[in-house]
């Protein structure tokens, strides 16, 4: 009874828990993925139980991702915020920050691991924004400064034929 108490306790955690989590066994088969994993990525855990999940990972991450899971299940050690790229059901990608951790059996060894997703997309998007309207800001800086120096020029060279002008007589 205590058991399945505690399971059931560490499963409402997990299902409440907002951000993407998926539970590998030691050969990288899915074992559990919460229900936010399903609404961001868009499988679900009837879809993936048992399978790995490579069409989840683009080609160009699969080296880093290879790192991340030996370092988990091998080292036993665990990783936090790296930013990496996955791919949804729909084939969209989106930038994520990933962080991982081992879960062991009572015996002390590495039994799973378990891998927190973070959807950092929007994130990403507000500064790439943030750094564009930051470089528009240092051009018209810059545009002030020629400007106002080209009007300290020009205003002796405006100002001159006046002053000539004045000289002349009339006829």
């Known amino acids: 009874v205590a058991l399945r108490e505690s399971e059931e306790k560490y499963r ?81 990608i989106l930038d994520i920050s990933i962080s991982g951790s081992c879960y062991k059996d009572h015996e002390g060894n590495v039994a799973a691991s378990v891998i927190n997703l973070r959807d950092i997309t929007e994130q990403k998007r507000l500064e790439v924004q943030f750094q564009k309207a930051r470089k528009m800001e240092a051009m018209g800086l810059m545009a002030g400064g020629v400007a106002h120096d080209l009007n300290n020029i020009l205003s002796g060279i405006v100002s001159y034929p006046e002053l000539l002008l004045m000289d002349l007589p009339e006829d």
């Open 12 to 92: 409402t955690v997990l299902e409440a828990n907002p951000d993407p989590v998926v539970v590998y066994d030691m050969e990288g088969r899915v074992i559990y993925l919460n229900p936010a994993f399903t609404r961001v990525f868009g499988w679900s855990l009837e879809e993936q139980i048992g399978k790995k999940i490579d069409d989840f990972v683009p080609e160009k991450n699969m080296s880093e991702t290879r790192k991340m899971i030996n370092k988990v299940t091998l080292a036993g050690e665990s990783f936090s915020g790296i930013e990496t790229r996955r791919y949804t059901k729909e084939g969209n």
